[in-house]
């Protein structure tokens, strides 16, 4: 009679472990679905990623942050909503012109290059211009450049086929960007003077302004 309770106990152990293994497999196969949704999602939201490695054609869209990397944000933005669209941007500081431009030069090289699309805010500005003129120098076009608030720019070189520059005429940092020899594409400049609340550190930050570029930019990859 007194080695009943231990039997009794003994028995609830394996009933609890049979249960806790029950509930650790659906836990796992919970997490199992979980992930291979997640997979699923990011192959869904990112398909240029795959035609990059397979080697086809696809944009090349660069988003150049200014000083120190830390007042456009707006071009973060910029990036995650295209993303939520399904094309691949990438979003660098403007020190690393250099190498976006050797980037673009190597994979015109293997024949992946589809349109061209530079985006640059302040100094990334003066950085997208400086890729372009290193573009052209390999005989490569640029489709699509938009300058937010440049700083002494250079002019627009012959291989860009549309600018569109965001500045400020009378109030903050930005120039108008102008023809450079050559130059046969289309150049709009468009002056925020008139809008007191925008200004050098918070143009890409501006909804309207998103949007139009976001609009150029769909243009361009059709």
Known sequence: MPREPAASFRFSNVE????????????????????????????VARPNAQAHSTGKRQPEIYLLRGFGDVFSTGLDEMGERLAARGIEAHVDSHTASGTVARTIIADARRGRVGPVILIGHSLG???????????????????????????????????VRRAVNYYFKTHGWGEPLVAGPGFHGRLLNKDYSDKAEVGHFNIDKQKAVQNEILGLVRGAVR
């Open 125 to 159: 500005a003066n950085g997208a211009i400086r890729i372009a003129e290193q573009l052209q120098e390999a005989g490569i076009k640029v489709d699509l450049l938009v300058s937010l608030a440049a700083t002494r720019p250079h002019p627009v070189p012959a291989n």
């Open 16 to 43: 609890a472990d049979m249960r806790f293994s029950g509930l650790a497999r659906a836990g796992l196969l919970m997490i199992l679905v979980c992930v291979a949704g997640l997979q699923a999602s990011v192959a």
